[in-house]
């Protein structure tokens, strides 16, 4: 019985357990609803949870434990003399599963018969032919002792895997009996059901936190290998970047980091003015049907790929650039360029200023208003006076998080502002990011070992430092202000 | 009063702050105030009066123009202050809220500090040419508002963290700030407990000395205490209008009796 099939018939047993449990309590009570310490459905979902929980929980760890017994009982019959040479326990192992798993599926397509296996020997009969047969490819010849201890695999895992279904199901039965046998009119079947539930919903945040921490600890664990190959004072202070893939490469991050804040600089000089003076037009002056139509339109924007702004910055705003401003004024003549790239980063980043501003500036109470009315001020002071200064915790974390954006965006940079990794004053040069050369250095068929690709961890990692300041930024403006506005 | 005006008449116009004639407000379709008249008088206190939804409050916001910042509000009828009216086209509502401040229902400091919230008004209105001049206003109006001794160490701390009272006195004294000719409160009190209302009605009554004050109230208590005129309004009409003490004790109009013995409202 395989895996899938006891959870099945678990969540069967918790199904039928519901209505089992529902049905007893309605009875326990008399059939008398407000007898009950709790409403019907939680002595069911009770009996469920019991049924269920302990037995998938149950079942997860035995199928994590199971491939570890049977390996360490099989690799005892593998002796040192069957380990080729240059290969190791793990490559025998390695076969030792697929010849298992062959020979399973030989016995389902009806070539062989379970008496045959039992009896094959390694030298007589041509197993590899014969699993070449029903699609396993077997590396070398087969040893009689591979095959013994494949047999041996086979059987253990047949043998685990059968107590592990009757355990399984046995432990749901047992919970779902145990459950039934607790309920009666004044048994806290709510209180349990809903401990269950949070239980639940902890663990999910659990698993976002978690996520994160298994993000940057691989990040982490790579970027320690990166430094134990290349020096870390070369990669945070050499100011150049030049990648060898014979070796001897220079990897600074200066220019690349450069690159990266001085294009998300010139995407935020776009970006805030002109999204926050929008969200104020539409939450303080537009009218209801001007505002219906503008803020949807203006979060189309926010809808479009980066590789369609892409294409708008590689066919239009560069070369644009170029020809009426690059040229004209002796700055240069590429169309990929750091204005190139930051404008129409900009533009995809206006709808996040401007609709979280507006989201911020509508929810100033009206009473603000009305008082700074009241006293005699015009729209424009109050807006000024009143409105910002009680939304600009919001406001400032719209554009923080615009930043955060701005710094981790690839695709518009790497169609807008070219690759050269350069450290440049002049916006109407080409320039690249941290993201880019993340990109370029793992594209391709590379192995993780020299520091040439490792250092794309090193990049990401500082990528990921640099961002989350700007979060910790926003979320201590945000704290510092808020205390002091309500 | 742009017209050839009769020497009585202009007689009339001096000696009442505030004259509306015929006023009618339209919500959209909705006609929230009936043909309103009256006078209100220079250093008095006027109470309006009557059930929720009667218009007091919309005809309160008619006589600074808060009814503009509504899209749907229509206001019709003329509203003189001093003579001039004030729904004409050659008056800022801007300018006139300087004139005639406002109180609401709510206390509503703004998320500045204390002596920034009394500062508001004279900064943008330009009363002051420096930081002593500004300085001597916050203080006085201040005073002026009953809160100086309770906030006076604390001037640069948020206005919000006031005590409800005080939040509402300090609203009051940044109405003042602006030196109004008339003050308008919209249920000052409905948000307070009662110390604090005793607190802002003898504020009130202090600052009948130099302003035409209009309260509207929904406690009958209130507007016998701290009111010498009392207007009651029904179902968007003014009702009846006069002496505070006559309305309470022998009212004309059996609307306004049934409202005051608690029959109706």
């Known amino acids: ?78 002796d040192a003399v069957d380990i080729p040479d240059g290969g190791s326990l793990d490559l025998v192992m390695t076969d030792v599963r697929r010849i298992s798993d062959g020979l399973d599926v030989a016995v389902n397509a009806g070539t062989m018969t379970e008496d045959q296996i039992a009896t094959m020997r390694a030298d007589l009969s041509d ?56 309920i009666q009119p004044d ?13 639940l919903l902890i663990l999910s945040s659990f698993v976002a936190i978690l996520t994160t921490l298994g993000i940057i600890s691989s990040l982490l664990f790579e970027t320690v290998h990166f430094f134990q190959l290349y020096r870390a004072s070369d990669f945070f202070f050499n100011l150049t970047w030049n990648p060898q893939f014979r070796g001897g490469s220079d990897l600074g991050i200066l220019p690349l980091l450069w690159g990266t804040l001085y294009v998300s600089f010139v995407a935020l000089i ?97 009473a603000m208003r009305d008082g700074s009315y009241g006293l005699g001020a015009t729209k424009s002071e109050t807006i000024k006076q009143v409105i910002l200064p009680a939304a600009l915790p919001g406001v400032v974390g719209a554009v923080l998080l615009a930043a955060s954006r701005a710094i981790g965006e690839t695709m518009i940079v790497v169609m807008g502002a070219g690759a050269a990794a350069k450290l440049s004053l002049n916006p109407f040069e080409a320039m690249t990011t941290i993201t880019v050369k993340i990109v370029s250095q793992l594209t391709g068929d590379t192995e993780f070992a020299s520091p040439e690709t490792l250092v794309a961890f090193a990049l990401g990692l500082s990528l990921f430092v640099v961002t989350l300041g700007l979060n910790i930024l926003a979320l201590y403006i945000v704290r510092k202000y808020r205390e002091q506005y309500e | 009063m742009y017209d050839a005006p009769n020497l009585e008449k202009t007689v009339d116009q001096k000696e009442f702050k505030i004259t509306a004639d015929n006023v009618q407000v339209f919500y959209g379709d909705t006609h929230a105030i009936k043909d309103v008249s009256v006078q209100i008088e220079d250093n008095t206190v006027t109470a309006f009066i009557g059930p929720s939804g009667c218009g007091k409050s919309t005809f309160l916001r008619c006589l600074n123009r808060m009814n503009d910042t509504i899209d749907i509000c229509r206001v019709e009828g003329n509203i003189l202050l001093d003579g001039e009216n004030i729904y004409d086209k050659k008056v800022d509502p801007v300018q006139l809220r300087a004139k005639v401040g406002m109180v609401f229902q709510k206390p509503n400091p703004f998320p500045k500090s204390i002596y920034d919230n009394i500062a508001y008004g004279p900064r943008i209105h330009g009363l002051t040419r420096n930081k002593a001049d500004l300085d001597i206003i916050v203080e006085k109006s201040l005073r002026r508002g009953a809160i100086w001794d309770e906030v006076k160490d604390r ?61 509207v109230t929904h406690s009958m208590q209130q507007a016998a205490r701290v009111s010498q005129k009392t207007a009651f309004f029904h179902l968007g009409n003014l009702v009846e209008y006069g002496e505070t003490s006559q309305i309470f004790t022998n009212p004309i109009d059996p609307r306004t009796e049934s409202y005051i013995t608690g029959r109706i409202g």
């Open chain 1, 1 to 78: 019985m395989s895996a899938g099939l006891v959870i099945l018939i678990v969540l069967l047993i918790a199904f039928v357990g519901f209505f089992l449990g529902r049905t007893r309590a309605y009875k326990s009570a008399g059939g008398d609803i407000r007898k009950l310490h709790s409403r019907p459905n939680y002595y069911g979902l009770t009996v469920a949870i019991y049924a269920a929980v302990p037995a998938l929980l149950f079942t997860i760890l035995w199928l994590l434990l199971q491939p570890l017994y049977i390996e360490s009982q099989v690799s005892k019959m593998i």
């Open chain 1, 127 to 182: 197993l590899r032919a014969r699993l070449g047969e029903v699609g396993i490819a077997v590396a070398s010849d087969v040893q009689q002792n591979v095959l013994d201890a494949a047999r041996e695999y086979r059987k253990l895992s047949t043998k685990l895997q059968i107590a592990m279904s009757v355990i399984v199901i046995g432990l749901s039965l047992a919970g779902a009996f145990i459950s039934m046998m607790r």
């Open chain 1, 187 to 199: 048994y806290r079947a709510r209180n349990t059901s809903e401990h269950a539930i949070k239980a």
């Open chain 1, 270 to 366: 776009f970006a805030v003015p002109i999204g926050l003076l929008a969200a104020i037009y539409l939450s303080e002056y537009a009218s209801k049907n001007v505002r219906s139509f503008a803020k949807p339109a203006i979060e189309v924007l926010a809808g479009i790929p980066t590789i369609v702004y892409g294409l708008f910055a590689l066919i239009t705003v560069g070369p644009l650039l170029r020809d009426y401003f690059a040229q004209p004024l002796g700055m240069g003549n590429s169309s990929s360029s750091v204005l190139t790239a930051g404008i129409v980063l900009g533009v995809m980043l206006i709808p996040f200023v401007s609709s979280l501003s507006d989201d911020v500036i509508n929810a100033v109470p009206q």
């Open chain 2, 155 to 215: 001037l640069d701390q948020p206005g919000t963290g006031l005590s409800g009272g005080q939040q509402q006195r300090l609203c009051i004294a940044r109405a003042i700030a602006t030196e109004p000719e008339v003050l308008l409160m919209d249920e000052p009190c409905s948000a307070l407990d009662p110390i604090a209302t005793a607190q802002v009605e003898e504020l009130i009554d202090e600052l009948r000395q130099d302003y035409s004050v209009v309260i």
